[in-house]
């Protein structure tokens, strides 16, 4: 059984939508990361957080310790937020870093 | 620009040929890192660095070889790459290895023959 989970695998959505990806653990963690790697291969950063909800933009990233669960919210979503998103929990033990799948989204114009 | 650095960014190459794939760094980062991804299996570590001749296995680390003499450049040596080592390949660097938001290079996509 993978450590980390994320759901769904695929996608799809009208522009505009409101999208919701999630990401399961079962390690005890100090840090969950959120990133974005777009079509082209880069990976970046899109959040690092240990409690609570953190906003960037149209993005929204939330955690529940107890539950060992995260979600990335992207309201009015848009073509150019299609990416593949990637959730990695950071292992409060020795801060190895357990990645998801990745979870691929299109956005529809 | 604050970034982390990968060359070449393609590579075609032939079994046994070595090759080593440069990684560097402006940030001053202490912690360096190698992943691999392919298809179905997301991110796997290499190798990684948490400073200056420290260096240790990741979950995949056969058939790599890693050194960093200097803060700043990290690079993965294959001394005899095998097909299945085609991957893609991205550096990583952060701050340090706890907590720290993690910058990556642009990633190398390799075959090999």
């Known amino acids: 059984k993978n450590e980390v989970e994320q759901s769904p695998q695929n996608l799809t959505a009208q522009e505009g939508e409101f999208i919701t990806i999630n990401c399961s653990y079962s390690?005890?963690?100090?840090?969950l990361h959120w990133l974005q790697q777009h079509p082209g291969g880069g990976i970046v950063s899109l959040f690092m957080l240990s409690s609570g909800k953190k906003k960037h933009g149209r993005l929204i990233a939330t955690i529940n310790i107890q539950e060992k669960h995260s979600s990335l919210h992207i309201t009015a979503s848009h073509p150019r937020d299609s990416a593949v998103y990637i959730c990695a929990a950071e292992m409060d033990s020795n801060y190895q870093l357990i990645w998801g799948a990745g979870t691929k989204l299109i956005i529809k114009p | 620009e604050a970034q982390v650095t990968q060359n070449p960014r393609y590579l075609i190459t032939v079994t046994g040929k070595k090759l080593t794939v440069t990684c560097s760094q402006n940030m001053n980062h202490e912690y360096m890192s190698w992943y691999r991804q392919d298809p179905g299996l997301g991110l796997r570590q290499i190798y990684y660095s948490m400073n200056v001749e420290v260096t240790d296995k990741g979950d995949v680390p056969e058939g790599y070889k890693v050194s960093r003499k200097e803060k700043r450049n990290f690079p993965l040596i294959l001394e005899s790459p095998s097909p299945n080592q085609t991957s893609l390949y991205f550096c990583?660097?952060?701050?340090?290895?706890?907590?720290?938001?993690?910058?990556f290079g642009p990633g190398t996509r390799l075959t090999v023959l």
């Open positions: 390690v005890g963690i100090s840090a």
């Open positions: 990583a660097s952060s701050l340090t290895r706890q907590n720290d938001e993690q910058f």
